[in-house]
């Protein structure tokens, strides 16, 4: 059996920046980013990190019902809400063949709902548990994204969670790619998500990992910088719909980008430490799977989280693969990290840039760390490229790697 040709046919996200493009390229334009000081975590007197990008104007939409959203915390509401606006913008939102077991759906986040925590915490601390109710649980369990997008929807295909940090996006969009290539589905959702939580900003304070710079937030994240002082957390969600070529072109889908190439890999070697060599192989692969030379890519959409170990060895990695002509931006400095939802958002970012032919640059990025691989730093304004192929790269606590690659068709 040959293998599937795998096309974007719809596209959709809740960003800080923005959820329609128009709106979002509005906002990498204008050259400033989402960071903000957050007033609300000034009781968490442990928490030297000030600093976040929330999605601050997201709500559920009026149509969803209280049935609807019992199951949902608002890690799931807006991975739920991006998914349903990517399947109308496929065409597919009343389309009966979603609900046919011809659709699955790949999905994950690095958290569940931290509400949800909060209340199992105070049941664990003091036996009370006035906080929790039957939908407790499903609003904690790690899978609570891709459970709801399925039930939400009606979906009757395979359901394929990712929770692995950082690539839980990226690494959802790669294995539903796979399971359309295969033929085991004609269509997939796929996409990541993320709440925005203290204990996030937590979690990388204690590994001095977190920005600092609570007096000057429009300053961070730096990637790739010399004075980079960590990485900013965000929040939001992205989801693809991919769809086996021959399905889409039968219906009249438009074809938005096609997804040629996917690698994923593990350094093995340490939990928090990335490794050149993995990342530089994950990339490699990625190229061997869409049967492309390095000459091929004009565009990589890089990890950036602007941590020093991150930045270097994933830009040394970069310009073992491509050499120093390759241009290279990162959008973690206009939306922080994302963490669950980023490889879902840089996907869907690096198709509308490579379509537009107008690639954001870098913010924050005045004196290039000299340590961090020679490459084509996007700087400035911007960049008009036309170019065929790009590729996007995530890299996850856990030692985890992967890159996509996509393909213009327009």
């Known amino acids: ?12 996200g809740i960003t800080a920046a923005g959820s329609a493009w128009p709106q979002v390229e509005t906002f990498l334009r204008g050259s400033r980013n989402a ?105 904690l369990m790690p899978h609570t994204t891709v459970a709801n997008i399925g039930t939400f929807f009606g979906l009757k295909g395979r359901v394929i969670p990712t929770s692995s940090a950082c690539t839980s996006g990226s690494q959802a969009i790669g294995f539903a790619y796979e399971a359309i290539r ?41 990637p790739y910088d010399l004075t980079r002082d960590g990485l900013v957390v965000g929040e939001g969600a992205a989801v693809l719909v991919l769809e086996d070529l021959d399905h889409a072109v039968a219906r009249g889908a438009h074809l938005h980008a096609e997804l040629v190439g996917f690698a994923t890999n593990s350094d093995g070697v340490h939990l928090t430490r990335p490794e050149q060599t993995t990342m530089q192989a994950v990339m490699q692969m990625a190229l061997n799977d869409a049967g492309l030379a390095p000459a091929a890519i004009g565009y990589v959409n890089g990890h950036g989280t ?18 120093a002509r390759m241009p290279i931006s990162s959008q973690k400095s206009y939306l922080g990290h994302t963490l669950g939802a980023c490889g879902a958002i840089e996907a869907w970012f690096t198709i509308e840039m490579m379509n537009r032919q107008w690639f954001a640059p870098t913010l924050n990025l005045h004196q290039l760390d000299p340590r961090c691989g020679e490459l084509d730093y996007i700087r400035g304004t911007g960049r008009n490229l036309a170019i065929e192929h790009a590729m996007s790269n995530n890299f996850a606590f856990g030692g985890i790697n992967t890159s996509l690659v996509f393909r213009r068709l327009a």
Request: with cysteine.
């Open 182 to 222: 295969t033929g085991r589905q004609a269509m997939m959702l796929a996409g990541g998500a993320e709440e925005l939580s203290p204990t996030q900003a937590m979690a990388f304070d204690l590994v001095y990992a977190a920005s600092r710079s609570n007096d000057a937030p429009e300053s961070v994240p730096r």
């Open 35 to 139: 960071t903000r000081v957050m007033h609300e975590w000034s009781h968490y007197s442990d928490l030297a990190t000030r600093l976040a990008a929330p999605v601050d104007d997201f709500a559920p939409p009026a149509h969803w019902t209280r049935k609807q959203m019992r199951s949902m915390g608002r890690v799931a509401q807006l991975a739920v809400r991006a998914a349903e606006l990517a399947l109308q913008q496929a065409g597919l939102a009343d389309d009966a063949r979603v609900r046919s077991g011809a659709m699955g759906v790949a999905c994950g986040s690095s958290i569940s709902s931290v509400d949800a925590l909060r209340g199992f915490a105070e049941f664990l601390m003091n036996g009370q548990s006035a906080r929790l109710d039957a939908n407790s649980y499903l609003r």
């Open 306 to 323: 602007a941590t020093e170990q991150g930045d270097i060895a994933e830009t040394q990695a970069t310009h073992a693969v491509f050499g």
């Open 1 to 12: 059996m040959s293998a599937s040709r795998v096309v974007v046919t719809g596209m959709a």
